[in-house]
């Protein structure tokens, strides 16, 4: 099947790695702010940003920010229209599942107004692992090369089963993964099926559900064994930053310092 889509813009990062995964990373023209895996993604253009500085705010204001944002149903995100004219992209790739991870669905339509004509645009909106290697497939095949998308979907599969493997018969830690610090959010989706398969057990979160706040009182109470860390849009760094900071204002964790 041949494609007449060679012009690529991404709207988030997670559909930006998929393009590279595919190998189109030749396509690709232009990435958020936030696309940075791989690393090559950095060097693609910029054609969105976000209306504020995250790097300039704690959790809890940026949490104060997003939140009065959606409450006056306005965006979190600029689109550059100048780069968009200049890029004069042929496919749009965004999603439905989150209004703070990445451009609404309705900016499309700034996209279009900018060049002039409607755009085709691809819609991601997975809530679990087999999903999400269904849409890997189904953007390959819009993109003309399905057997691109059945290679990536057996070499990703196959890895999988190997972390299965590897863990099949150890000791089952309860794990809490947490997605964002101040104020806490688990990490449902996707996220609970991924600790299974690595060899633990999600306690506060179950699969396919949608995150939801929480507090430090109710982690600290189901004991975990692991807590991970992943708040959207942190590096290692700064995610360890924060915790340390939250911790001298909440009761301790067991086991963690």
């Known amino acids: 099947m041949s494609s007449s889509f060679y012009r690529v813009c991404s709207l988030l990062p997670s559909a930006t790695t998929m393009m590279f995964e595919l190998g189109f990373e030749d396509r690709l023209v232009g990435v958020t702010h936030e696309c940075d895996q791989p690393p090559e993604a950095q060097l693609k253009d910029k054609i969105v940003r976000c209306k504020f500085d995250p790097a300039a705010l704690a959790s809890d204001a940026i949490d104060s920010a997003v939140s009065s944002s959606l409450k006056a149903n306005e965006s979190l995100y600029i689109i550059d229209t100048d780069k968009?004219?200049?890029?004069?992209?042929?496919?749009?790739?965004?999603?439905?599942?989150?209004?703070?991870?990445?451009?609404?669905?309705?900016?499309?339509?700034?996209?279009?107004?900018?060049?002039?004509?409607?755009v085709r645009t691809f819609v991601s909106s997975p809530h679990d692992i087999g999903s999400m290697l269904a849409d890997l497939c189904a953007l390959a095949d819009l993109l003309g090369e399905h057997d691109r998308g059945m290679a990536a979907r057996d070499r990703l599969t196959s890895r999988l089963a190997r972390v299965k493997e590897r863990v099949s018969g150890a000791e089952r830690p309860r794990v809490v993964c947490v997605e964002w610090l101040d104020p806490v959010y688990n990490a449902g989706h996707w996220v609970p099926e991924m600790v299974d398969a690595a060899g633990g057990t999600e306690h506060l979160a179950a699969p396919r559900e949608y995150s939801v706040r929480m507090t430090w009182d109710q982690i600290a109470s189901s004991e975990?064994?692991?807590?991970?860390?992943?708040?959207?849009?942190?590096?290692?760094a700064r995610a360890e930053r924060e915790f340390h900071a939250l911790l001298t204002q909440h009761p301790p964790l067991p086991g963690i310092d």
């Open 84 to 118: 968009i004219k200049q890029l004069q992209p042929d496919l749009v790739l965004t999603q439905d599942l989150c209004s703070v991870c990445s451009l609404a669905i309705a900016q499309i339509d700034e996209i279009n107004a900018a060049l002039g004509r409607p």
């Open 224 to 236: 975990p064994h692991v807590l991970v860390l992943m708040p959207c849009g942190f590096d290692v």
